[in-house]
């Protein structure tokens, strides 16, 4: 169990990020890339990535585990706005500290060449090493950044709730299943057996959508500190824009917001869920699933205490002659 104890100073620096962390769900997304783990919610995206990335990203695997030690130069204290901001500060890292966790890791691993050169700080391993992280994010992030931004929003917007409500007691004792607040220690199930003393510098708070089931940390205690948490989300949440975004037939036919919801809809979900992924309120969303409805795009049935909504045939039919380019 991980223990972060937390001094008053601490509480008064503690933030929920606002936006995932694009490093982040790089590294967090390889580890889901490996396993078989929660089909319902990955399932689709790690078939559909597999499928498209080229060999190169290989490397990336030999460095990302997905059971274990990961470097924490792969995902900097303070990325900067963009991904490409994030690459340039991974690409930073001084070479003692690349020699450093490459070391750790090729203790718990056997080193591939490829990793002992880039120990050696090598300028076109190392130049390679970003190249190759913007290739995996064009394929495995960038098309889903969409969903994961609206699974992200929708959960600082529960915190920030949470914490105009009640305080920041019921901020941390309600982040995560796994997470127990017992004033002054944070208590997290799952992670190695440490004390973490924050000592003033806070603690930022991190939503991340391929993080699964028990939240995450930097190793180094000496770094900013950070813990990665689940956001909670249901199966379809994850789903793949279009390499144009909506097209402009459709948006014309149904207008931006609708056809949205419509393609929200295509992996199935609830109306909450709908207006997580659409930004949209819940009223919104119940009102933009009952004119599809209406229109013969969508069905709804009830599914325990909320309601599901799934495209029909017709919808189908909509969505696949916008993908293929066919006029509306």
Not at 57 to 81: E, I, M, N, W
Not at 190 to 210: A, I, K, N, T
Request: proline share 6%; hydrophobic share 35%.
């Amino acid at each position: 169990m991980l223990r972060i104890h937390f001094t008053s100073q601490d509480l008064a620096r503690t933030t929920v990020a606002e936006e995932p962390d694009p490093l982040w769900e790089v590294l967090l997304s390889l580890h889901q890339l490996q396993v078989q783990d929660g089909w319902s919610h990955y399932g689709h995206w790690r078939e559909s990535t597999r499928r498209q990335l080229p060999k190169q990203v290989a490397q990336l695997l030999q460095l990302t585990p997905p059971r274990g030690y990961s470097p924490d130069f792969l995902t900097p204290a303070h990325p900067g706005k963009t991904f490409e901001e994030g690459v340039e500060q991974v690409l930073s890292t001084s070479r003692r500290r690349f020699q450093q966790e490459l070391e750790l890791l090729s203790v718990r691993r056997t080193g591939s060449g490829w990793i002992r050169e880039l120990v050696n700080g090598h300028g076109d391993v190392v130049k390679g090493l970003g190249q190759t992280l913007h290739v995996y994010h064009r394929h495995g992030i960038a098309p889903y950044w969409d969903s994961l931004r609206s699974l992200v929003r929708a959960d600082h917007q529960q915190k920030v709730g949470h914490l105009a409500a009640a305080g920041v007691d019921h901020l941390l004792g309600h982040l995560h299943p796994a997470v127990r607040w017992e004033a002054p220690v944070l208590k997290v199930d799952g992670l190695p057996d440490q004390d973490l003393h924050l000592e003033g510098r806070g603690l930022r708070l991190q939503p991340s959508v391929f993080c699964w089931r028990k939240p995450t940390k930097l190793r180094d205690p000496l770094l900013q500190p950070v813990l990665v948490y689940p956001v909670q989300h249901g199966p379809g949440a994850l789903h793949r824009r279009s390499a144009g975004g909506q097209s402009r037939p459709l948006a014309a036919l149904l207008g931006q917001t609708r056809a949205a919801a419509l393609e929200a809809i295509a992996n199935s979900c609830t109306t909450t869920e709908l207006a997580q992924r659409c930004q949209i309120s819940l009223a919104g969303a119940s009102r933009q699933a009952g004119v599809l409805r209406d229109a013969g795009l969508i069905t709804t049935r009830r599914a325990g205490q909320a309601v599901r909504h799934d495209l029909t045939a017709l919808g189908r039919m909509v969505l696949e002659g916008r993908a293929s380019g066919q006029s509306l």
